[in-house]
């Protein structure tokens, strides 16, 4: 069946570093993926998103990457900072259906 | 949060009753979608709701349920059946022609 999931559950880094959060796919048929950043007691909020037809995406300090190659997602978060610090969720949406499925979860603590 | 409020934000239950969760969104999204999260955990699919008047069971629908009289409007039942309710609820919605989803800020639910 589908399913997302982390290869990390915990990232330490230094302020300043670019993080890289990783996430695997199981399901060919997704078209559709996008990061959330979860804060303590928070809903999830969103970070950036990218479809299936494309394989890099940028946002302001954030870039997916998507290799459907390997089924492979991931977010890089230049410069990190202490605001940073969260949960990094990634999520699929596979093609036709009105829902998305969502990893476990990825903990990024940046250190002052 | 963009337009989605939950309330109560922290809700206590005894045992054995039934309690109403509210999600409320000003957005004018059609879709609406109720979350379950458990510490450390990803996010689970009770139930959604594509348009007014209907709604489909998500992977964990047992011991809950929900109406979408209004289309801004997507209250979530957990019942006395649900073995083991506490945790943290999230609500969320979208467009039709959009796949990401935004979330409201969550109710934490505790069983005393």
């Known amino acids: 069946g589908e399913s997302v999931g982390l290869h990390l559950p915990t990232l330490s880094v230094q302020e300043g570093d670019n993080s890289i959060i990783n996430c695997a796919y199981s399901?060919?048929?997704?078209?559709?993926f996008i990061w959330y950043k979860q804060e303590s007691g928070k809903g999830p909020q969103f970070i950036i998103d990218?479809?299936?037809?494309?394989d890099k995406r940028q946002g302001q300090r954030v870039t997916v990457l998507l290799n459907k190659t390997v089924k492979h997602l991931s977010l890089q978060i230049a410069a990190t900072q202490p605001g940073d610090s969260a949960v990094y969720f990634c999520?699929?949406?596979?093609?036709?259906?009105?829902?998305?499925?969502f990893g476990t979860g990825t903990r990024l603590l940046v250190s002052p | 949060d963009g337009g989605i409020t939950q309330s109560p934000k922290y809700l206590f239950r005894k045992e054995g009753q039934n309690v109403t969760l509210s999600c409320e969104q000003n957005?004018?999204?059609?879709?609406m979608y109720w979350y379950r999260q458990d510490p450390g955990q990803g996010l689970r699919l009770i139930y959604y709701s594509q348009i007014v008047n209907d709604f489909q069971k998500g992977d964990i629908a047992e011991g809950y349920s929900v109406s979408r009289e209004k289309k801004e409007s997507f209250p979530l039942t957990v019942t006395s059946a649900q073995k083991n309710p506490t945790a943290f609820y999230l609500c969320?919605?979208?467009?039709?022609?959009?796949?990401?989803?935004?979330f409201g800020p969550g109710t934490r639910l505790t069983v005393l």
């Open positions: 399901n060919s048929a997704s078209d559709y």
């Open positions: 969320a919605s979208k467009t039709v022609d959009r796949d990401g989803q935004f």
């Open positions: 990218i479809r299936s037809n494309m």
């Open positions: 957005l004018n999204h059609d879709a």
């Open positions: 999520a699929e949406n596979l093609t036709g259906f009105q829902k998305l499925v």
